[in-house]
């Protein structure tokens, strides 16, 4: 649980809005300006280059933003640091905290475990509320292996998260992951937020999830407007079986087999600007100088978009 003296009472807006950046890395390209280019700090992890670091590397390599894993942020409160200074940090850097990574058990059909994760839910609400950053990651955390899921009840359960995250301006993406057995597909997904019938449901894809799980990359085409804000970038090697690849097999977008000039054209014809999150977990680029990483992750994805 966080320290009290770590969070501030938020009533609909943070109070905290007047530290938050404008979006003046405006691209000068015509192109460009369907997206927006951020880093999930996974992708230099390996490094331990630490939260504030990690922060400065994505401000130097010129991302508009960043992914923040919530585990990250309550190890650095847990140092006796607060709120209101990562806030005036992340300010100063220029960047916006696009998402935040998260792993509460909200969806899970025990009640008491699912209340508890709720509650764990609101407080990491309202710390990202602080952060200034309006989303924040739902996937199937907490559930077993190959369980099946009950479509209805679970976008029940989803629609009650989204009426929490009304509450603090900080909404859950609804995520997928494509080896869980449970909720790894699309089409899954999709099913969720239907039946939550909410007009803020959102999902969370990844291109790497979209292969892992068999979804495939076709049925992004059936989605418009902002039901999709923000999809995780990365690409996978083809001479690996789908069902031997895992996490660490991911590679930097246009490196590997994944069509993203399709993907990509597809998330552009939704409409509205989308954020584009650099998730990488590749040990060999742990091994290399994170700022070079993290540039080399940037040019690659803005080389992708440039002739869409």
């Excluded at 894993?69 to 200074?85: A, F, P």
């Excluded at 916006?96 to 509650?119: C, H, L, Y």
């Excluded at 309006?134 to 989803?158: L, T």
């Excluded at 409409?271 to 999150?277: A, I, N």
Aim: with cysteine.
């Amino acid at each position: 649980m966080l320290n009290r003296r770590n969070l501030f009472r938020l009533t609909g807006t943070s109070a905290f809005t007047v530290l938050l950046p404008t979006l003046t890395k405006a691209n000068t390209a015509e192109r460009e300006k369907a997206f927006r280019f951020c880093l999930n700090t996974s992708t230099i992890s390996g490094q331990n280059p630490g939260l504030l670091k990690s922060l400065e590397i994505a401000s130097a390599a010129g991302y508009d933003g960043v992914e923040l894993w919530v585990n990250n942020i309550r190890d650095y409160l847990k140092q006796g640091n607060t709120i209101e200074t990562l806030a005036k940090f992340i300010s100063r850097h220029r960047l916006i905290v696009e998402n935040a990574i998260s792993f509460t058990p909200w969806m899970v059909s025990d009640p008491v475990k699912r209340k508890a994760g709720i509650q764990e839910l609101e407080e990491e609400m309202k710390m990202m509320a602080a952060l200034g950053c309006r989303r924040i990651a739902a996937p199937p955390a907490g559930i077993n292996k190959n369980e099946p899921i009950d479509f209805q009840e679970a976008g029940n359960y989803y629609r009650d998260i989204l009426e929490l995250g009304r509450k603090y301006k900080v909404m859950p993406q609804l995520e997928f992951w494509g080896a869980s057995g449970t909720l790894f597909s699309l089409g899954q997904a999709l099913a969720i937020a239907a039946s939550a019938n909410d007009p803020d449901a959102r999902i969370l894809p990844d291109v790497y999830h979209l292969f892992r799980g068999g979804s495939g990359f076709n049925g992004l085409k059936l989605i418009n407007g902002n039901a999709i804000e923000i999809m995780h970038i990365n690409d996978y090697p083809g001479s690996k079986p789908v069902n031997e690849q895992t996490d660490g097999d991911r590679v930097y977008p246009g490196d590997g087999a994944a069509p993203l000039h399709e993907i990509l054209k597809d998330i552009k014809a939704m409409g509205g600007t989308k954020v584009l999150s650099l998730e990488l977990f590749n040990k060999t680029y742990w091994a290399d100088d994170p700022l070079q990483v993290a540039k080399t992750g940037l040019q690659k994805m803005k080389s992708l978009v440039k002739d869409l």
